[in-house]
């Protein structure tokens, strides 16, 4: 806010309220400094994004985790950077490419006006079976090819792990035919596979171009659709469905994509970019190693530097690996969260002494803490203090289910 703006503030109200005049100041963005709601005393709470960051919110469904998760959104594209929902596991952002619902205007900012994101929302072509063939509303196909993957990418689509010994060595020496060869089609590779005598090897890849994964004509380059100040969303619901044959299907697909955006973004293609990761248990779990947990642990860890920030939602800190919670700078719990998650993860970070004093202050404390809902606690690494707040509506439309106000 300018200091023109705090001097209108500052104004007389019976001004306004004697003259039937509205307080028109125009909301700014800031690419550094982001405002998503207001403390108990009623002052903005801001995130301060100058740097490249990491943030989780831990929250079990229905407690508005995905409202204040779109007001970050909201801010960090209008501020001029560059958004990717990697995956949305419920198909409900798409309702962001409208204005927020007038019932929610209320809680904007002042100044600011409700506005609708430009947004392309993609679904993978494996997920046909589940949706009957009928691609979701506002959603378009999108498809890899064989070219896509990387080694590891194709160990995890044939479960390299469960090949005996002679079959492992059978694969790595595929592949190295594979890029001598330049192979790019499945007839190429069942041709290397007769040649060789790799039988076992060539049926476990056969299986993978039977799954929708692979399609010319519906392949998309998600950097390029980001260049375009568009935000990019990767539906996946319904991942939970998927055959149990299928279920690196998922990982592999956005890893490639985590690992296009990542290299674009070190390239310099594009401003800073946040990439919002919907029900991160199933794709960092703290046990298992899928394709795409790899690409994100490796992103958190290295790429802070090239200007790529996470934000992360799961339910509880135990599903993920520690290091991930750890590397947060900013971890956001809500209020209505359940007494043992609200006490353990307080301890945990050591701040519980700098609220209270003894053991029935505390009891007093977190019993306040449950008599509110839809409120937050934001926790920032390195600082003591817990900070309490009630998030600004975002600006785009959210996909009801409870009412918030």
């Not at 192979?183 to 596979?193: A, D, K, P, R, V």
């Not at 935000?231 to 044959?245: A, C, M, P, T």
Request: charged share 30%; with cysteine; proline share 3%.
């Amino acid at each position: 806010m300018t200091e023109h703006d705090e001097l209108l503030l500052s104004c007389d109200d019976y001004y306004f309220t004697a003259f039937g005049h509205q307080r028109d100041i125009p909301y700014t963005y800031d690419k550094d400094d982001w405002v998503i709601g207001l403390d108990e005393d009623k002052c903005e709470v801001n995130l301060d994004v100058s740097e490249a960051f990491r943030a989780c919110f831990i929250a079990a469904t229905r407690t508005g985790k995905t409202f204040i998760i779109r007001r970050v959104m909201d801010e960090a594209y209008h501020s001029g950077w560059t958004v990717a929902v990697l995956p949305d596991a419920k198909d409900e952002y798409k309702s962001s490419m409208g204005a927020v619902q007038k019932e929610f205007q209320k809680n904007l900012p002042l100044g600011e006006k409700p506005k609708g994101l430009k947004m392309r929302i993609f679904r993978p072509r494996f997920f046909r079976d589940i949706d009957d063939g009928q691609l979701p509303s506002k959603n378009e196909w999108a498809a890899l090819e064989l070219k896509d993957l990387t080694k590891t990418d194709l160990q995890t689509l044939i479960n390299y792990t469960v090949l005996t010994p002679k079959q492992q060595l059978d694969f790595d020496d595929l592949w190295e035919r594979m890029q001598e060869t330049d192979t790019s089609t499945f007839e190429e590779i069942q041709t290397l596979c007769a040649e060789c005598g790799y039988t076992k090897v060539w049926e476990k890849i056969r299986f993978i171009n039977t799954c929708n994964l692979f399609d010319s004509r519906f392949r998309i380059d998600p950097v390029e659709v980001l260049k375009s100040k568009t935000v990019l969303v990767l539906n996946y619901e319904g991942f939970d469905k998927l055959d149990l044959k299928d279920n690196s299907l998922d990982q592999v697909f956005m890893s490639v994509w985590i690992r296009w955006i990542k290299d674009a973004k070190k390239n310099n293609e594009f401003s800073n970019l946040l990439i919002i990761n919907d029900e991160t248990a199933r794709w960092v779990p703290r046990n298992g190693e899928p394709s795409c947990k790899k690409q994100i642990l490796e992103s958190i860890d290295v790429d802070a530097g090239f200007g790529v920030s996470w934000i992360f939602g799961f339910q509880r800190a135990e599903s993920v690996p520690e290091g991930l919670v750890r590397q947060c700078k900013y971890k956001f719990i809500p209020y209505n969260a359940d007494r043992n998650t609200l006490e353990g993860y307080l301890k945990g970070e050591n701040i519980i002494q700098n609220m209270v004093v003894d053991q029935k202050q505390y009891r007093e404390y977190i019993t306040t803490l449950k008599a509110k809902k839809f409120r937050w606690m934001k926790l920032t690494k390195g600082d003591q203090d817990v900070e309490f707040l009630d998030p600004y509506s975002p600006v785009s439309a959210h996909m009801k289910t409870r009412r918030f106000f």
